[in-house]
């Protein structure tokens, strides 16, 4: 049996996680989603917003890493110890949907990437793909299950691997720039005011989908050497891959009109490459994506896993979840994840634009996470919690989550009525796992308030699948 106490994890290890969890699938669509939303100028915006609102969030989980260190399941020990165990539920359940979908977003863009070069993998949602990504997702279940060590050793090699491709395609495109085309783009589909806010409202669940990882390190601080390592961490990778997004979106602005970049096919960044070095370039940055959303996948089925095992220990998800293999690996969860993954991997033959669906709906799910521990931040700076010994950093704390807790609300709104049924669709269901919970441990399933939280869960989730099925949300 491995303890967690022999698997400890270096502060490199630790921002390769945080790294590898962003950099995945979401860089290499950039082009393509930006040039459908916007120009140049509302991308500054919207990478200012984001920067800012997660820059902020960031130091809420370097603040909370260290002023509550007993609560080393990260992300969802947070909203628990915050607002009651349903909370703490949902929290931790839309993560691991988060993730689940994040999954099935690599594995369709994998097969969409070898589809420009094998037309049997289609867009990624063929028979074709959806059979050999069922193949890949179990070679990577066992490979798991043979220690997450091991497995963390071989993300930490992937993340510098897939760094490298993406440091070249910047360079090169940067000599490729061309500044008449960059100013053709520059306001996008308008000018005015309301032009730019509705173009910046588009990007908004792009720029979320591309961050989401950035708990990384903290879900892990359990396995961390020092807990001072997870803020660090998080915050230096933060600002890393915030560097690498913000100039693959604006160098693209100089290659291609808005138009073109919007009718790419993904991974977009190829097409643009492909336009400043000729058709290597497409192959070269397929290479890279492969590698890089191997790496990110790696990082996101160890982060399901873990947050369903440490959700199990915390009493909030059912026991079983709790079992470690003679590795230390939380295999139940795993089971559990994987098989789910599978599922949703056979839908996407369904789904008309798969991708994007799988994209949005990562986003989504991981925004209700993000708004507790932001809200969890500003209540321990507003009741001042821990702050006795440290009182000339109450301020700067309260400050600060208060920016990315309206931030989270300001996702929420721009995410629009649509995700959040669609994300109801999943919270409402899944609560049977709190309800099986709370059985095992002989108590009563919900108070009057949770009561009501389900309820609207539940409607939302009647709501959603009725329009589903009626057509009147398309998938």
């Known amino acids: 049996m491995i303890s967690a106490s022999e698997q400890k994890f ?52 370097q603040s909370l890493s260290r002023r509550k260190p007993d609560l080393d399941a990260g992300i969802y020990a947070y909203a628990k110890a915050g607002f009651g165990d349903y909370l703490g539920f949902l929290s931790a359940l839309g993560y691991w949907s988060a993730a689940l979908l ?15 070069f094998f037309p049997i993998f289609g867009e990624g949602n063929t028979v074709a793909a959806i059979a050999t990504s069922s193949v890949l997702l179990w070679v990577v279940h066992f490979l798991i299950l043979r220690g997450i060590k091991g497995a963390a050793a071989v993300n930490r090699i992937v993340t510098f691997a ?3 491709p993406i440091l070249l395609f910047i360079v090169l495109v940067f000599y490729g720039f061309k500044a008449d085309v960059f100013r053709a783009n520059f ?40 807990r001072s390592d997870v803020g660090i961490a998080t915050l230096f990778g933060f600002l890393g891959v915030l560097c690498l997004l913000v100039l693959v979106t604006m160098l693209s602005y100089g290659v291609m009109q808005n138009a073109d970049l919007a009718q790419l096919r993904n991974p977009s960044m190829a097409g643009v490459f492909e336009a400043v070095v000729g058709p290597w370039g497409a192959l070269f940055v397929s290479a890279g994506l492969i590698i890089s959303v191997a790496g990110a996948y790696l990082s996101w089925v160890l982060l399901a896993a873990e947050i369903l095992f440490s959700a199990s220990k915390y009493d909030t998800m059912p026991r079983f979840l709790s079992h470690e293999n003679r590795n230390g690996v939380p295999s139940h969860a795993l089971w559990l994840t994987n098989i789910v993954v599978q599922i949703f991997l056979i839908l996407t033959l369904f789904a008309q634009y798969a991708f994007r669906l799988a994209l949005e709906l990562t986003s989504s799910m991981i925004l209700i996470p993000y708004l507790l521990v932001a809200a969890y931040g500003v209540k321990l700076a507003w009741t001042g919690e821990t702050y006795d010994r440290d009182p000339a950093g109450h301020r700067g704390d309260l400050v600060r989550s208060g920016i990315a807790l309206i931030y989270t609300i300001w996702l929420i709104y721009a995410a629009g009525a649509t995700h959040l049924l669609l994300s109801a669709a999943i919270y409402g269901p899944g609560s049977i796992l709190f309800v099986m919970t709370r059985r095992e441990q002989r108590r009563a399933i919900f108070s009057m308030a949770e009561l009501t939280m389900f309820a609207v869960a539940a409607i939302g989730a009647v709501v959603a699948i009725y329009a589903i099925v009626t057509g009147r949300i398309t998938i």
Do not use: H
């Open 10 to 61: 270096s502060v490199w290890t630790l921002m390769a996680m945080c790294v590898g969890s962003m950099v995945g699938a979401g860089i290499f669509s950039l082009p393509q989603a930006f040039g459908r939303a916007t120009g140049p100028f509302g991308a500054v915006i919207a990478w200012s917003i984001a920067g800012i609102g997660m820059l902020m969030l960031a130091f809420v989980f």
């Open 102 to 116: 994040g999954n099935v977003s690599y594995f369709v863009l994998i097969k969409s990437t070898l589809g420009l």
């Open 162 to 164: 897939k760094i490298i």
């Open 187 to 226: 306001w996008g589909s308008g000018a005015t005011f309301g032009d730019i806010a509705g173009q910046v409202r588009a990007t908004m669940l792009v720029t979320v989908f591309v961050f989401v990882g950035i708990e990384g390190a903290s879900v892990y601080s359990r396995y961390a050497r020092n």
